[in-house]
């Protein structure tokens, strides 16, 4: 067995013989060290929606390193970061500050803090509480754990998490053709009375916009969503919009909120593609009435990261930033959902286990009816058939790279139908 010193995520102390050692990463595959090229179908826990090594990504690192890597972002601005909040807050109208971090869960409690931070100015500190989501993920750190809808992520540390107020009931569906996405039969009566009893002391509500990820890829109703966000503003709620997944192409948009719910948040949380997953960097890009309130109070906000405004990130997500308004990618994304759709149905026409099909962008997900024997094996299998994916619990997901997904869909088909036949 192979010694390590690394303590991988998601895994226990030691390396185990079922992890694969990469040697090289290009486009949409993962060279192991013995040759074999893996098709990276989740595209590196969906971060990577150019591939690897794309030219955009190595030239904008090497034109910025001709300047500088990174400075103190403490009282000291440089051209780049601003280039890229210009470009952030210009996807909005109503926008007009990002505040960086490094990674998608320090970027949501900024978020959180900003909130909670604004209603102390406002002298409601007695709304500290957050609305979330059953089955939502925010992240891992303990503030985003007291958000996240689903117990298992959680269940260890539950004397350390803080209480917040969950909305279950979610309806649920299969894209954007089923029927309940433009009318979920809303029981207005029944969420009217949840918010008149939880939004007195609650500061925000949180979502995932439209797709729960780590809850297998389910996809909320657009409707059920829409309606949610408009009560929770009835009652002077905070809406909090974590497309740290969905964000910046993943859905063939830019804002998954603005584009698709037709709604503008206050607080919205961007990471993985915001620098094509080449370095870790996260955005909150911040609505004017939070900022204001800061500057009516003439008030500092006291959150720093040693690397926000990481100039590195800055000109990658610049880059790539354009590339989405440039590109042919955002449109590709749309194509690609109604072939997403016809391949797993297909597989669901040729395996019985396969029970269900969702797909919207460029997520689809197939809900395999299997014992858990059979499903520790997926990730096995699927090396032997040279694509890397990981289900999540019974669902067994893809989220390719963007940027070649038309023609990367027929390797897909092929390397998932090879998976299936041997489980």
């Known amino acids: 067995m192979q010694v390590s010193y690394t303590w991988l995520p998601a895994g226990k102390p030691d390396i185990t013989d079922g992890n694969v050692s990469i040697a090289m990463a290009k486009e949409s595959f993962l060279t192991t060290t013995d040759g074999n090229k893996i098709y990276d179908a989740i595209s590196s826990w969906w971060c990577k929606p150019l591939g690897h090594q794309h030219l955009l990504v190595r030239e904008s690192i090497l034109n910025q390193l001709d300047y500088f890597e990174h400075h103190i972002p403490a009282n000291a601005i440089n051209s780049t970061i601003e280039t890229l909040s210009n470009r952030l807050t210009k996807i909005f109208t109503q926008m007009d500050k990002v505040m960086y971090a490094s990674d998608g869960s320090s970027a949501v409690e900024i978020a959180m803090k900003l909130s909670y931070e604004t209603r102390v100015l406002q002298n409601e500190s007695h709304r500290s509480k957050f609305i979330a989501l059953s089955g939502g993920y925010h992240g891992e750190t303990i503030f985003t754990l007291g958000v996240c809808g689903i117990p298992e992520y ?13 909305i279950d009931n979610i309806t649920y ?13 809303f029981d207005s009566s029944y969420w009217d009375s949840f918010f ?9 509500l949180i979502i995932e916009p439209v797709v729960q990820g780590a809850a297998g890829m389910k996809i909320i109703s657009r409707d059920f969503l829409i309606k949610i966000i408009n009560l929770a503003r009835c009652y002077d709620l905070h809406i909090i919009a974590d497309e740290i ?30 620098t094509a997953g080449a370095i870790p960097m996260s955005a909150v890009v911040i609505n004017r009435k939070i900022s204001d309130c800061f ?78 024997k059979s499903l520790d094996q997926v990730f096995s299998i699927g090396i032997k058939e040279l694509i890397y994916i990981r289900p999540i619990g019974s669902s067994l997901y893809i989220m390719p790279p963007l940027y070649n997904i038309l023609s990367d869909l027929q390797i897909i088909e092929t390397r998932l139908n090879g998976l299936l036949s041997r489980i």
């Open 295 to 372: 500057r009516k109070h003439q008030k500092t906000f006291p959150h720093s990261h040693t690397h926000s405004c990481n100039a590195l990130a800055a000109a990658v997500a610049v880059k790539y930033l354009n590339y989405l308004d440039t590109s042919s990618i955002l449109s590709d994304v749309k194509l690609a959902e109604v072939e997403i759709f016809k391949m797993l149905n297909n597989l669901k026409a040729k395996f019985s286990f396969v029970k269900t099909v969702s797909a919207i962008g460029s997520i689809g997900a197939i809900e395999l009816d299997l014992p858990k």
């Open 154 to 166: 959680k269940e260890n540390y539950e004397a350390l998490i803080p209480t917040n107020y969950f």
């Open 245 to 274: 997944m969905v964000g910046l192409g993943r859905l063939g948009c830019y804002c998954v909120s603005n584009e698709i719910l037709g709604i503008e948040p206050d607080l919205v949380c961007f990471a993985k593609n915001l």
């Open 173 to 185: 569906v299969t894209g954007a053709n089923d029927p309940l996405w433009n009318d979920c039969n």
């Open 196 to 204: 008149s009893k939880y939004a007195p002391t609650g500061t925000a």
